[in-house]
């Protein structure tokens, strides 16, 4: 699995940093950050609802 992110799609709806807060994380302005390009195992479920429940789509996760 790997995860990456289209900021300049960002609303800041948070979803992301909400339920995987290990890979994900906002700046000042509310953008999504990505701590880390390939998670854990232990991550998984929740970088999957970061990608499912990204209301501007904002979050991909690639199942390599």
Do not use: K, W, Y
């Not at 995987?20 to 390009?37: N, S, T, W, Y």
């Not at 998984?44 to 499912?52: C, F, L, P, Q, S």
């Amino acid at each position: 699995m790997r995860v990456t992110v289209d900021s300049e799609r960002c609303v800041g709806a948070g979803q992301c940093a909400l339920n995987a807060p290990e890979v994900f994380d906002q700046d000042e302005d509310g953008i999504v950050v990505l701590l880390v390009r390939e998670p854990r195992e232990v991550d998984a479920e929740g970088v999957r609802a970061a990608g499912d429940l990204c209301p501007s789509g904002s979050v991909t996760v690639h199942e390599d």
